[in-house]
């Protein structure tokens, strides 16, 4: 059974930083590209950043470029993102896929809230 479970989530303040996790499991991780996918709300789903299977190809939206970094360990089967300088508009439920342009699997998500 593939599972997708993020964490690290919760309330930060505006120039905060915070690091996610999602744990992978169920699948062939290191042949796997991995995405992350957040939903602020009230509004649609949104690409955030896409990391191919060698970890080496890294991709992100323009909003959040400069200011987050996405990782993989393959060992550990687990994907990250860290993310430095939030701002109120990084508010956003945020989900991690399988897959670099569809995604076939996905997790539960983890809320990000950026405020003072």
């Known amino acids: 059974e593939v599972q997708l479970v993020e964490s690290g989530g919760g309330l930060v303040q505006p120039g905060g930083s915070v690091r996610l996790s999602c744990a992978a499991s169920?699948?062939?991780?290191?042949?796997?590209?991995m995405t992350w996918v957040r939903q602020a709300p009230g509004k649609g789903l949104e690409w955030v950043s896409t990391?191919?299977?060698?970890?080496?190809?890294?991709y992100y939206a323009e909003a959040v470029k400069g200011r987050f970094t996405v990782s993989r360990d393959t060992a550990e089967k687990t994907l990250s993102l860290e993310m430095i300088s939030l701002r109120s508009e990084d508010t956003a439920v945020y989900y991690c896929?399988?897959?670099?342009?569809?995604?076939?699997?996905w997790g539960q998500g983890t809320p990000v809230t950026v405020s003072s």
């Open positions: 169920g699948f062939t991780f290191d042949q796997s590209a």
């Open positions: 990391i191919m299977w060698n970890g080496r190809n890294r």
């Open positions: 896929a399988r897959g670099s342009s569809t995604y076939d699997y």
